[in-house]
């Protein structure tokens, strides 16, 4: 291997071609020379042990640090670059390094990473190149060594979760009257404080709470009801492919699958997470041990969109086996798709008879724009046939409502927030 | 220590392992290579001495050797002509001209050969080059006609003959041209032009096709060139064949090159500075480690099938059709607007929407109920009409909604 160093000693070296022509032997012989002393005096690069350190999950956009230490087992101390072969997706920016590892160290190599796509990205190999002395030749080999950074849905939508938890805490002790339900529960007994509904006030406690200090309101406050069940189920199949956006289907509900999943759960609820195409590709639970949300995250980062039909007649079966009880069960997929007459609709009434359903679906918001584009004739004929596949898909939807399904369809940025909102909306009226 | 990298010897050979069907496909052609150098031996040469095909001549060449005992010289460049020619002074000398044109120089000196006494044989189809290098007396003449299937005239001797071998042929038969001469054999035309003309620089032979493999048998062909080339006892035994090649040419341009000129610098500064470019692409092509692939997820356009369907509406020309899904898309989301439930009539909603609007009922009636679209001009602005009117009832409504 010949470096650029030596291109340049060679250029330098025409000089004396031009003085002295007739010695062009000698001076081919020289540099020649040279680059076969600098090959022989480099250290060599196969002594080096590249140990790879486990690098933490990080969520795509945001940037990582993965560090890889090289030991230098052999007797001469090595100079040159490392080469870090991250795929192009995990935006290295900083794969090519100098390095410098004296004969018996070690130095480490840190490689900052800006991961585009969610899933295992991976650095299958680390190439070192030793330069000699005058750095005009050296050895290059490659140490087949993988590193593998595990990159978790980006969860953009988790700006949404302060505000969506708030509304949360509010219902938490609110006074309950307008919202009384079947599925609110008792929660405390508390002073008046202006402002509360007067038909709260609880006159039992009021008369047992009276003093000398004077008269005391006493109101009753509720709160929603806890440890419910939240089943988030993600078709992963063809219809998830799909570009809505530049980002597939799937990637707007994994988002508000994260959404939901970390609000359920912040709520007390025991959140189950399955993501299914032919058969269930990834699960997570709450009621695992850790974190909900990076379980989930990481469950979620291994989901890809498969071309296969999706397989819904295996999923009251799956359900059936996470809980008995009834649940909130919320299908991820394409309301828009024609698949959904053979595929959803058969096995609903199964899901609707127990649990309470909500079909949440991507909205293509490209048709809306075809739709209003009414310039030309070409215009015009793509506008009536976006018409059309939106009429379909509000059939589907009240098709689906007439079975007792709530359906929330929303552009990919908007669906994660919508789904919260219906998440909070059941729970305030103690529908779950 | 475990080392993460192959050791030398093992990755040679695991390198040897990957790029063996190369090597062996790179030995394999080249042995083949080779071989088929070292085994061929068929001249394909037009007129070659030693070419079995049809436009050959080895089966002159190997009556003349085995027969007549003729030894062919064969040269290609006239300073190994002149070689021979001085070591055999009683050679014959055979020019067979084909394109290249031999030395001014030589042309004289082989004049002058003739002159004192050598045999001396122009063999050439190209009448015109041979006019030119034979001198002024010498000019082109007619081909030898062909009858209607392409077979050439046969042609006698004629009485002008004087040459024995031509008199001893009586007639040839073979495609070619002629020379115009003072005396010849074989005459053409009027009698002035000869296939075998005696010229000034010696005899010249018009029709070397006679003596190819194809036509040596024909009519006096074969007589004639045993009788030109050595049929006779006081023929000589060596027969210089002298083939004009681009050798001749390079030497003979009278000009000084400009590359004669260069200082001594110039070559080993061109060859140093080659080197250093081949330098430049072994330093730039050598890359660090392998090509790194990226697994792509697979990409579908959610907006196809409806761009695809769009597309089928026009290509079937489906006016009405169109019309009508523009209607019910509008229907259902002016019933939306207007709150009129998902299963009012038509009619209802035309009547709700015309007061919206605050338009002529009748006009956004027939808008509504009775689209009248018979063509593309007519859908599209059947289309902005009903995109006007969502407009004007939307504003309303909106208008109405902060009122109250």
Redesign the interface.
Known sequence: ????R??WA??G??AL???M??W?WL??VLLLGLAAADLLTCAS???????REEPRPVRAGEHTTVTTRL?N?GARSLRG?A?D?????AGAANP?QKIRVAAGGSTRVQVQLTPA?RGRLS?????I?SLGPLGLAGR??????PQTVQVLPEFASRKHLPSKLRRLRELDGATAVQIRGAGTEFDSLRDYVRGDDVRSIDWRATARRQDAAGQHLVVRTWRPERDRRVILCLDAS?TS????KDE??LDGGLEAALLVGTLAARAGDRVDFLAFAREVLATASSSQRGDFLSLLSSAASQV??G?VEADFSQLPGEIAAVSRHKSLVVILTAVDSPALHEGLLPVLPALTKKHRVVVASVQ?P??VE???A?????D????????????EA?AVA?ELGAMGVEVVQAPPEALPAALADTYIRLKATGKL | MTATAASAGSAARSAAARWKFWIFLLVGVLLLGLLSQLLETSDTETYGTENTDLDGYAALANVLADHAGVEIRRTYSAEITREALAEEPDAGVVVLVRGFEPEQQFLQELQAEWESGREVLWLSADTVLLSQLLGPEVQPGPAVPTGAAGTPQELAAGGQCTHPAAGAAESVQTPGGSLTAQTGCFPLGNGESFLLAETPSGLAFTAPEAFTNQRITDAGNAALALGLLGGQDDAPATLIWYTPSGADTVGADEWGSPLTYLPGWFWPLVWWLLLCAGIALFAAGRRYGPVVSEPMPVSVPAGESAEGRGRMYQRANAVAETAQVLRSAHLLRLARLLRLGRHAVPQTIAEAAARAAGRDAGEVGALLERPAVRSNEDLVSYAQALTGLQAQVTAAVRMRRSHE
């Open positions: 291997m010949i470096t650029f030596f291109l060679a250029l070296a025409s071609v031009l003085l022509p007739q062009i001076w081919l690069p196969r002594r080096i042990r590249v140990v030991e087992h670059w080469k072969g991250w795929q192009p997706s090519l796509r650095s299958q190999h680390l190439t190149r290059q080999v490659v140490h087949r060594v063809r492919a799909a570009r809505i597939p289907r890809q969109p071309l293509n490209e048709l075809r739709a209003a009414r310039e030309t004739v070409s015009v004929y793509a506008a009536a046939a976006a018409e059309r596949a939106m009429i509000e009240a």
